[in-house]
């Protein structure tokens, strides 16, 4: 079946350093990624999408761009704030099915 | 667009006691999905719903787990002789009806006793 494999965390890093949080995938067919994060003591909010190859999302000066020959899908930000950090959820969809794969996240924490 | 709400965001109950939540989606999105999420896991999908019908179930939803939506709005989730390995975050989300971009509520938090 589907998987998302992600970096395991938590990350720490310090104010305007850059990011990269690794993704990669397991699926059938040709699904949209995700990236979710997740604030503490909030629900999950969509933070970048792409739905096919060489796509790249983009948001908030965070960038994934979809890599169907690797299956990757890898988080980037040039520099990091302390507001960002947060646990980040890289995720699928379809591939032949309708339920989204998450990976188990990562926690980022970025100090000042 | 109000966004997914979910009520209560927090439920403490003791073994064996009945729980339910609700969960309010956006309001066009005719897809509906609950998800559970464990302490330092990705949420993990129970079941969704494509209007009224209750398209797939999970083999995580044992039988004391029901979920209704009888009318095509809102939907709810039952929990009944809830154990101490119920306790997680139940999260819903709605979308439009095609596999598109899951919107996601601010989840209801169950610990149980």
Same mark, same amino acid.
């Given at each position: 079946g589907n998987s998302v494999t992600q970096m395991?965390?938590?990350v720490t890093l310090s104010e305007e350093a850059f990011l990269t949080i690794n993704?990669?995938?397991t699926a059938t067919g040709y699904p949209s990624l995700f990236w979710y994060v997740q604030y503490p003591g909030e629900g999950l909010q969509l933070l970048l999408k792409a739905t096919k190859a060489d796509d790249k999302g983009?948001?908030?000066g965070f960038e994934a761009t979809y890599r169907k020959e690797t299956t990757s899908f890898h988080l980037e930000k040039g520099s990091v704030q302390v507001s960002d950090s947060a646990v980040y959820f890289c995720a699928l969809l379809g591939g032949m099915e309708d339920k989204i794969i998450f990976g188990k996240g990562t926690r980022l924490h970025i100090l000042p | 667009d109000t #966004?997914? %709400?979910?009520?209560p965001r927090h439920k403490i109950t003791k073994r #064996?006691?009945?729980v339910t939540f609700r969960c309010d989606p +956006? %309001?066009?999105h005719n897809r509906l999905y609950w998800y559970r999420q464990t302490l330092g896991q990705g949420p993990e999908f129970l079941t969704y719903f494509q209007n009224e019908a209750q398209l797939e179930k999970s083999r995580l939803l044992s039988d004391r787990f029901s979920a209704e939506r009888p009318k #095509? %709005?809102? %939907?709810?989730?039952? +929990?009944?002789?809830t154990e101490q390995g119920d306790s997680a975050m139940y999260l819903c989300a709605s979308s439009l009806p095609v596999v598109d971009t899951q919107y996601f509520g601010p989840g209801t938090r169950l610990t149980v006793l």
């Open positions: 395991e965390g938590p993704c990669t995938y983009s948001n908030k | #966004g997914v %709400s979910q009520n #064996g006691q009945n +956006i %309001s066009e #095509g %709005s809102f %939907s709810t989730l039952e +929990i009944q002789r």
